[in-house]
DNA sequence: CCATGACCATACACACTGTCCGGATAGCGC
DNA sequence: GCGCTATCCGGACAGTGTGTATGGTCATGG
């Protein structure tokens, strides 16, 4: 069966062939096929056409389309560690600082949503993705952590309760929400809703209070409840 | 090529064809295997060849693997209701009751880890799995969302928060915990921290303190932090 | 002017899924 | 005992993926 041998050759005219420069095509085309299709529906021969590369160029760069997303992730994550840095150095007042965290975190969420959901889909079937991931959480947690031991208050509040189980939780914690929220699932799809909740949550647990401040803040009643219905993203 | 047409006629001798036997042999198979295996690595043919099944056979009782982990779920999570009931019905104490129903979930978790383990790593890839999961953890949801509802302490004390989606966070931070606990991730592999920092996390968030009860119980000491291993199940 | 390195097309070995078909066999009515 | 039928089996097949291997093309630079 004789494959058409049609135009595939106006490439190699582009500017500079920079050593590296299909491998950010890969990258690339990755990132956006994503951000409309899951990882694991996401075939290399999709990515091939995408990019515009070649199976073996694909295979030159990298080892699986696992090891593309581990690269992504690095990438999005990185920008998460500072989200968190303003309530983790303690300067400003917690629990404004937790919630404008939280706040940072949705948004990043948001922007990196297709690589996210990926990797919290992925980690599990992968050993270099899960130890990724896991030592991804295990920052945030250690960071938390370093936070907790510092504010005498929330340590006398924990008691004896494992510090870092309670940091793990509440970063795990978030990782769910986030992803339920990225992934279209009420009432987490709703922005405003997520942020409140998962910062109630912290505080709660630390602080041993919900934040007065929320209260002052324009937000329209919520009108909650009787919202069993499923929609997904996907289909914007 | 003549295969070996050897021994493979010993079943029907056994008792009852009975209608729906193969079909049970396939569930129960599938729950074994699950036992040791992930889901996505498991092929039909080794449910074919565990469950000792013909191919043709299978397709007949089940459209597809997915609809047999679907099943297993069903099995499973129907226990699962129950265990939150006390809690529910609210005649103990709330606190009480809420760490007795924590535990019982931790129980069920690793007594069906392998099917529970195995919808939640799959449900964002199947329709049909993706619905069954949303709707359990609606159930949980809703069960939680009456129970609150008819507190006027925890209503007051979450003043205008969406009462919804502070359940819904509960539930979904029981899910990821739980699974956590089941993969082997540290902290949550200890099933004591696990109980601990799931039922404080739920009361500091409902009932705004810690249980002063959980003091009072024998609890070696943590010994906590400095742990950020990842340590896998499966090599037990 | 040709060697080299970057890249491509193709095809292959292997694994899995879901479908289809020609039997084999046991129980059952007769 | 005899054929019927429901049930189940082995095996083959098409379709789709992945990862590897082979040989060819083209621009550049020595």
Known sequence: MPAKPSARTARRSGAAPASAELR??????????LQESRFDTLSVADI????????????????????VLGELVR????????????????????VAALRAGVREGARLWSANAGVLMAI??????DEDLRAL???????????????????????RRLGDADVRAVAASLTWMGERLYYLAAAGVPPFDDEETLVEVL????????????????LSEARPTVGDDTGSATRDRRSS
Chains 1, 2 share one sequence.
């Open 48 to 67: 091939l056409t995408a990019a515009e590369v070649s199976r073996a160029s694909f295979y030159f760069y990298f080892p699986s389309k696992q090891a």
């Open 133 to 155: 991931w896991l030592e991804q959480m295990d920052l945030f947690t250690d960071a938390a952590v370093a936070r907790i031991r510092s504010d005498p208050h929330v340590l």
């Open 24 to 33: 950010e095509r890969i990258l690339s085309a990755t990132r956006e096929l």
């Open 120 to 125: 919290v889909e992925s980690w599990g079937s």
């Open 199 to 214: 910062t109630d949550a912290w505080t709660s647990i630390l602080y041993g209070r919900r934040d007065p401040a929320q």
């Open 75 to 94: 990438e999005a994550v990185t920008q998460g560690q500072e989200a968190a840095q303003p309530w983790i150095d303690g300067r400003q007042d917690p």
